[in-house]
């Protein structure tokens, strides 16, 4: 994005210089690529003027600059002659984006360059080089060298992309105080011709018909502007649709009225429609893409470009002017596939203004009309303008919460007025209506942004609130997962938010949502799940010799395509063996019981439940758990099913535990830290009889259950029997906080076995 300073100054008083500005809006969001003010062409008059030899259009020429000094420069236009006053570009000129240099031309040295009107910017004569007045002094700027700032706009600021969008921005950094601009709308004249809208891409289509224009130049202050940040002007209505997009940010198309048949029609094209742009490219278009139409076929490529049919030219008398709102995927699609970037379609992909087609076709038409002349013969209008009715509630507490920097909510009030935001106070909550160009402002977070943003990043140092207790507003209980699990020896993975379609169709039936410009082929989707990602990493590292790993992953997952349909997943992955092979040590192949204890880890003492039934897509039938607390699944884990792991051309045994939805997790340690007891631990054996299929958690978990004073079960024996039952055989450990009495540790040991034979369908084995 370029704009000049004194374009800037039509909407902003200030005293700050451009340099300053341009600190300001690097500072607050809008990164500024570089402010300068280009070298002008000077008025140079030629003294000489000889044929060069062996050449049939190329003169050598010694020009007077105003430097006293003559100047040799090579020239080949026809109309170079002694005595003629032109435009010399001096070596550091930038002319139709190429620095001049000095150098030799067929062998002999030219210091510069003499200029056509349309190198300079402010014609389309290329037949030779401009004239000027014989009276010009000679040595002055031919162009205004107006100081000029260029930007990189990120995507979610497509205010930006005006020139009043940048100015109210600054007004609202404490730089200047806004100018608001007189707008106006066009009184309604009934027109012959009625606009047809035929999809829902397009909720307004404006136009205005002018008759009687005569084409002629635009006046000084937008020819000045246009050239400046490298649009060459043409005419009054092409250089007015130009400098109504940069100024207010709303693209516009003229045609030529007497080329348009019958009534306007917005719709969709037809499959395999023909149709040819303004420079003349035939293109096949599609039902996704949406055009302008008339009773003879399209005119032009909604959002997009115009067509060669209804183009205007220095013979046109009549015209009708395009003010519109289309939708940005739509334009985006039609963009993308046929290749074709502009001016316009780069605002409308990135979200305009829906409010202002009225204003911008007000203004154009006024444009038009002082320049060219003319009579406004009709308007209309398909459709009708949105209504702004995004309505966010928010509360001045969540800056703190989300921040951790004190604002008062009279500050936070007036900056979010400053930004032309609408604040409606009901109770303690607010209900905040942003103005229509920013399209970026959804959730109560973007107020939180912008209020940071405007603010001023630098003061945050100083501001911030530092707490190192549970109540510090920004306390961050995801690295406190991170930690806990790097302490137990897994390394973090990073991976791109992204999935793919097939392997995620393998892992699991969750919805699959689908990128319509993926970055990588196989990276088609918005991922549903972490898996996906983790055994592409294991099945690279095995095929470079690496299949021990222990990894794991938090990240967010998508549940949509719309906002706020994602949450965030935990990933943990352990493959091969626990240790390298070495003599002094044997080492095993990890399994599932490794992974299950990193988040049996992260559960901080809390009680739970193993459940063994209907394992996910991923997961061998036979060697699964999902972990629950009452009917709230907490997290599940398994070995990689070997269907899956042979689709993924994985070798290696993979144990994998997946905590869905980290909110799940309990957030804090187990605040009651049992008491050191000054009694020793006390242990018992027990050996029940149960059938094949009932899990050993289950046994363990009901006995520990038994009674406060057993801290721990663990299994130490196990094997099935000739009547198709099976043996299980665990040790408890009491920890009593008092002198126990044998018939206390007997009483223990019965309802041990009461509630074991009771809720686990078992027997005690007396032998």
Known sequence: MKWTYDWLTDYL????????????????????????????????????????????????????????????VVCGAPNARVGLVSALALPGCVIDGHEIKSGKLRGVISNGMMCSARELGIGDDHSGIIELDENTEIGAPVLNTEIIFDAGITPNRPDYLSVRGIARDLAACGVGEYITPHDDTLAPVKSSRVVNIKTDKCPVYQFCEIHGIKIAPSNDVVKSRLGAIGINPKNAPVDTTNYICYDMGQPMHCFDADEIHGDITVRMAQNGEKFTDLFGNEHTLCDTDMVIADDMGALALAGVIGGARGMTNDETKNIILESAYFNPVSVRKTSKRLGISTDSSYRYERGIDPTITGIALSAASKMITDACGGKIVGTGIGGKLPVENRQIKYSPDLFMKKTGIEMNAETQREILNNLGFTVLETGKEWIITPRPARVDIEIPENIVSELIRIYGYDNIANSAVHKASDSAPHRDYYIEIKRELAARGLNEVKSFGFGNSKTESVLSDAPITKIANPIVANMDTARNGLLGNMLEFVAENEKRGYPDLNLFELGTVFDGDMPNQQHTQICVVRTGNTAPRHWTHRNRARDIYDVKADIIALMHGQKFTVCTENPPYWAHPFRYGAIYQGKKKIAEFGELSPIVAHALKIKTRVNVAIVDNVENLPHTRRVHEPELSEFQPITRDFAFIVDTDMPAERLTGVATASDARITDAVVFDAFTLPDGKKSIAFTITITPMEKMSDSDLQNLQTNVIANVEKKCNAQIRDK
């Open 13 to 72: 008083k200030t005293d700050l210089s451009p340099d300053e500005i341009a600190d300001k809006l690097t500072r607050t969001g809008l990164e500024v690529d570089d402010v300068a003010a280009p070298i002008s062409p000077i008025a140079a008059r030629i003294v000489e003027c000889t044929p060069m030899d062996g050449s049939d259009h190329l003169h050598i020429l010694m020009v007077d600059d105003g430097t006293k000094k003559l100047r040799q």
